[in-house]
Every structure is written in structure tokens, then in C-alpha cells.
């Protein structure tokens, strides 16, 4: 069993910055790729970033590339997404999960197996 824990979510303005976290504990999860979806009010639940286990393969959502940035430390088991120059439509929570197998990250939600709980992004204009 992986448990995962969003953080660092909130209400900034368009422009700014914000980084979350996701922690896991529970079984290892340094071997797995990683992921950063989304899902905005009445909208489905979208791919946002990916990353390899080894942190060699960094995979990003059209709309995000240039402003976001996922990273990992395996020490502290936890993956990142810094995100830059947020806009409104980014407002959305934001969900890690882990990949159930392959080393390289997907877009497919249904390709990840753990999920954590979310963390709010709200981006007022």
C-alpha cells in the first residue's frame, strides 16, 4: 500500500508562484514513474506532468510546458510541481499518483494506480 499527501496548495494571482509537494510513505515508490494531474470544476481529470523514476524523463502538458516543473527526490519520497506564471486556468486541484508499472510516465489516469487526496490551486485574475 502507497499512501500520498498533496501540499501546498492555495489562492494566489495570476502571475505568481507555487510549489506543491507530494509525500509518499508506505511501499517504495522511487521505482515507479510519477505523475501530476488535474481536474478543474465540472471538467475531467487531466494530465499535467510526468517523470521517470530515475528522473532522466520529464513529460508536460501542452499547456503547461515552459511554466511548470515536476522533480523528485527518492531520499525524501516525494515529487514536486513547481508551477510559474499561474493563470486563471490553471485553477484546479491537483492530484499526484503513482504509475502502476513502466519506467517511463503516461498521460492516461488509468495507468496510475495510487492517488492522493489533492491539493486546491485557485488562481484569481
Known amino acids: 500500500q502507497v499512501q500520498l499527501v498533496e501540499s501546498g496548495g492555495g489562492l494566489v494571482q495570476a502571475g505568481d508562484s507555487l510549489r506543491l509537494s507530494c509525500a509518499a510513505s508506505?511501499?517504495?515508490?522511487?521505482?515507479?514513474?510519477m505523475g501530476w494531474f488535474r481536474q478543474a470544476p465540472g471538467k475531467e481529470r487531466e494530465f499535467v506532468a510526468g517523470?521517470?523514476?530515475?528522473?532522466?524523463?520529464?513529460y508536460y502538458a501542452d499547456s503547461v510546458k515552459g511554466r511548470f516543473a515536476i522533480s523528485r527526490d527518492n531520499a525524501k519520497n516525494t515529487v514536486y510541481l513547481q508551477m510559474n506564471f499561474l493563470k486563471p486556468e490553471d485553477t484546479a486541484v491537483y492530484y499526484c499518483?503513482?504509475?502502476?508499472?513502466?519506467?517511463?510516465?503516461?498521460?492516461?489516469?488509468?495507468?496510475?494506480?495510487?492517488w492522493g487526496q489533492g491539493t486546491s490551486v485557485t488562481v484569481s485574475s
Open positions: 517523470i521517470s523514476w530515475n528522473s532522466g524523463y520529464k
Open positions: 508506505g511501499r517504495t515508490f522511487s521505482g515507479y514513474a
Open positions: 499518483a503513482r504509475q502502476t508499472q513502466g519506467t517511463l510516465p503516461v498521460r492516461d489516469p488509468r495507468e496510475y494506480d495510487y
